[in-house]
């Protein structure tokens, strides 16, 4: 539909909507490309400013965690400690010095809150007589045991019974003093405010959390006062399998850009949301400058539409003018120079077309007005056909009255070859092949009359090659050239030859003399579009060779094969696949 409405407007219109269109793509193409990638940029920023604060935070916990891991180690490898497990009933002095090596863990740290050793089974200190299995299942018991000695962090665990007050389990192993065989476990329990003092640490923006889950998901400290569990959840089963990683996650019809890093010594995650509003709030700057400059752009672009328009229809318009006052048969035209040197080439071009019109034209006028002449003339000059062949046939029988056979033969094919010439053929111009050999046949009994014994002729024709069908007066020409221009000088015996058979897709048809032959100059003129007329040896082989280009098209052809002193042979490939040459 837009392209029918241009189709019938001005160049003044194509001009302003083409520009239009331009303007608005690339503004539009531009302003999008770089709103995504400014886009793009300050997401980036924000997620790597969200990464270097998790970072930093996890790096202080971590520390600490190390502390208390190094803390443990001491203890579990503490040989009082080792003795009393190694041993049968303890004694009270040896549960004091047991006593004693777990109170210096609670002095050193001040975030181990209480600790626990036990035996395989039941507890060494605080003599509460609980044992480990009841404390922790097979399968955390089984993580403990392939946990190389390190300390294994369990999850919450309210050891003092209230809600309000969980703390974070960990156990490590306690191997022999003699040997590696595990002989009982350290349970230390950590104060939460460990990990709050991190996460409240953290200055957040309005709507923005942060939160750390354990290996399994449990929430271990959140910003959220009361934080939803079933919402937190689904935040930790949105994280990848990655250790670390940034993505946006819709949520409510909402969408938060959600930064998340793994704590590599416990395997917790600490997870950074931050409402996507606030990436995108300073693009909105960006998009309404866009805008903007879109806007003035369309703006200038239009008016220099409309002023470029007009410099360019304003020719434009005076030479459709001029163009249609030439189709109403005023040839004149004056040129008016412009600055588009574009319109001054074309307004040059069209008034030497004009010029060159009216001179064709006069050429034309002249030209049949020369016809005309001419063909008044031929009326006048032309000859009954029948009183010429009745006078010929009268001087042969004067001739046969006076025993002049020889000569009556002569004007016998005189006769022939005239009423062969002026007759009649098809309506494409074409004779059988057969027709042709016979007036070449003809033309040659009267050369030979002229040269006597110097002129031998031999012809071989395949029936099959009789019965095409080629353009009149075809052969002679070829005929009469060997004749003329190569034997005629020859001293010696003069030799033509005519060949006629078929060659896979062609008929062949070859005319060859032993004369004085030709250069490969003289051969290459003759192919060319106005052979050299002095000669007198090419106008007719390249009568032939067009006759036979308009007639079969590409696929006939002439060859001419020459050498001087050694004879020309001539050969004419007249396609078989075609209706014309099989009489169709």
């Known amino acids: 539909m837009f392209r029918s409405f241009l189709q019938s407007r001005s160049i003044q219109t194509h001009i302003f909507w083409g520009m239009l269109a331009v303007i608005l793509f690339i503004v539009g193409t531009t302003g999008a490309f770089s709103y995504i990638q400014v886009q793009k940029i300050i997401q980036k920023t924000t997620s790597r400013y969200a990464n270097e604060t998790i970072r930093q935070a996890l790096g202080r916990l971590e520390s600490s965690l190390n502390e208390i891991e ?24 040896v549960l004091a010095q047991v006593r004693e090596a777990v109170t210096n863990l609670n002095l050193q740290s001040p975030y181990v809150q209480y600790a626990e050793v036990y035996h395989q089974q039941n507890i060494l200190y605080p003599f509460l007589g609980q044992s480990i299995d009841k404390l922790l299942t097979e399968q955390q018991l089984g993580e403990v045991d392939r946990n190389n000695g390190k300390l294994t962090w369990i999850g919450y665990q309210d050891v ?33 405010a460990l990990i709050n003092i991190m996460v409240k640490d953290f200055q957040l923006s309005q709507g923005s959390t942060i939160d750390l889950f354990d290996q399994k998901g449990q929430v271990l400290s959140s910003s959220d006062n009361e934080p939803d569990e079933a919402k937190k959840l689904e935040i930790y089963q949105s994280l990848s399998g990655s ?6 996650r819709k949520v409510d019809g909402g969408s938060f850009l959600l930064n998340y890093q793994t704590l590599s010594l416990t395997n917790w995650k600490l997870v950074y949301q931050i409402p996507y509003s606030e990436v995108v709030d300073p693009l909105l700057n960006i998009r309404r400058n866009f805008i903007i400059a879109g806007i003035g752009g369309v703006i200038m672009t239009l008016l220099l539409s409309i002023l470029l328009a007009k410099t360019i229809s304003g020719p434009v318009i005076n030479l459709v003018m001029e163009m249609r006052e ?29 010029n060159e019109l009216n001179e064709w034209i006069e050429k034309v006028y002249q030209a049949q007005l020369l016809k005309n002449q001419a063909e008044k003339k031929a009326l006048q000059a032309q000859i009954n056909p029948h009183f010429l062949y009745n006078t010929l046939d009268t001087i042969r029988w004067l001739l046969i009255l ?20 002026i007759g009649k053929d098809d309506h494409n111009g074409l004779v059988p092949l057969m027709d042709e050999i016979e007036q070449v046949t003809r033309y040659l009994s009267i050369q030979k009359t ?8 031999s012809c071989h024709v395949e029936d ?8 009149k007066l075809l052969l002679q020409p070829v005929v009469e050239n060997a004749v003329l221009h190569g034997i005629e000088g020859l001293e010696d015996q003069g030799v033509l030859q005519i060949r006629g058979y078929k060659d896979k897709n062609y008929y062949r048809l070859e005319i060859e003399d032993n004369g004085t032959g030709m250069s490969r100059e003289q ?38 094969e020459s050498e001087p002193g050694r004879g020309t042979k001539v050969t004419l490939y007249i396609p078989e696949e075609t209706s014309i040459t099989k009489g169709a």
């Open 70 to 93: 190094r803390l443990t180690q001491v203890v579990s490898r503490d040989t009082r400690i080792q003795r009393a497990l190694e041993g049968g009933s303890p004694s009270n002095e």
């Open 160 to 192: 003092f019974q209230s809600s309000d007050l969980p703390s974070i389990m960990a156990v490590t192993p306690i191997e022999g003093s003699y040997d590696t065989k595990r002989i009982g476990y350290l349970v230390v329990y950590i104060s939460p």
């Open 243 to 248: 250790k670390n990683g940034s993505f946006i």
């Open 326 to 354: 030439a189709r109403r048969g005023k040839m004149s035209f004056s040129p008016v120079r412009t600055s588009n040197l574009e319109m001054n080439e074309l307004s040059r071009n069209y008034q030497k077309m004009v």
């Open 402 to 421: 006076k025993d002049e056979d020889e000569i009556s033969n002569l004007i016998v094919d005189l006769s022939k070859i005239l009423r062969y010439t």
């Open 450 to 457: 002229r040269f006597s014994d110097k002129l031998t002729i």
């Open 464 to 471: 099959e090659v009789r019965q095409i069908r080629i353009p």
């Open 523 to 560: 051969v290459d003129t003759i192919f060319k579009p106005n052979p050299d007329s002095e000669t007198g040896t090419g106008i007719g082989l390249r009568n032939v060779y067009d006759r036979i280009k308009l007639v079969f098209g590409p696929s006939g052809d002439m060859r001419i």
